[in-house]
Each structure stands twice: as structure tokens, then as C-alpha cells.
């Protein structure tokens, strides 16, 4: 079973920054697109950001410019540097296996978890006040 530890959260003000860690087991991760997800209270899960295997990284638009996606395939870890953080950056923070497009670049999808995905991790608290 694929499974993702997420760390690194915390209290900071705006502006601040954090980097946020996900450390995967039970799979070839260096095969993997792997996605940073939040939640926020009384919200849907949203998508962030992903890395694909070769770490071609895609963003959504709300935090392009702001968060930079990386990843270590020989610590199986993927990070999540977060700098300018806002009020509206506040949830909790979760990794997960996302979907591929079947192009030349195998572009990973920020918003699309793998469909049957059910191993959601703890998640890690960003919390983002003044």
C-alpha cells in the first residue's frame, strides 16, 4: 500500500514562509506524479501542485509565483516551499498520487488524485495569522 507521511506544517505570519515534506512508502516512487492538496474548514479538497517523475512540476494559479514543488527520489520525498504565505493559504496540507496526461511530457494534473485514491495521510497544519 502507497502511503504518504506529510510534515512541516506550522503557525506563521503573513508572509512568511514554510517548506512542507512528504515522504512516500510501499511503492516505486521514482515512478510516481505525486500532488500537494489542501483543505480548508467547511471547503472541498483542492488541488496545488504536482511533480511528475522526471520533476517537470505544473501549479495552480493561486499560488504560482509563491510555492515551488521539488522532489528527491532517492529520499522519496517531495517538498513543498511555500513563501508569501496569505491568510487564505491556511489548511491542512496533504500529498497523493495524481494522474498523468498521456503526452510527450507527462504532465502531471494538480487537481486530479488517482481515482480510487483512500490513503490519505494525517495531513500537516499550515496555519497562516497575524
Known amino acids: 500500500q502507497l502511503q504518504f507521511v506529510e510534515s512541516g506544517g506550522g503557525l506563521v505570519h503573513p508572509g512568511g514562509s514554510l517548506r512542507l515534506s512528504c515522504v512516500a512508502s510501499?511503492?516505486?516512487?521514482?515512478?510516481?506524479?505525486i500532488g500537494w492538496f489542501r483543505q480548508a474548514p467547511g471547503k472541498e479538497r483542492e488541488g496545488i501542485s504536482c511533480v511528475n517523475r522526471i520533476g517537470r512540476a505544473e501549479y495552480q494559479d493561486f499560488v504560482k509565483g509563491r510555492f515551488t514543488i521539488s522532489r528527491d527520489n532517492d529520499k522519496n520525498t517531495v517538498y513543498l516551499q511555500m513563501s508569501d504565505l496569505k491568510p487564505e493559504d491556511t489548511a491542512v496540507y496533504y500529498c497523493?498520487?495524481?494522474?498523468?496526461?498521456?503526452?510527450?511530457?507527462?504532465?502531471?494534473?494538480?487537481?486530479?488524485?488517482?481515482?480510487?485514491?483512500?490513503?490519505w495521510g494525517k495531513g500537516t497544519l499550515v496555519t497562516v495569522s497575524s
Open positions: 497523493a498520487p495524481v494522474l498523468v496526461l498521456a503526452n510527450p511530457r507527462r504532465t502531471c494534473i494538480a487537481t486530479e488524485f488517482l481515482v480510487g485514491w483512500d490513503s
Open positions: 510501499g511503492s516505486s516512487f521514482a515512478s510516481d506524479a
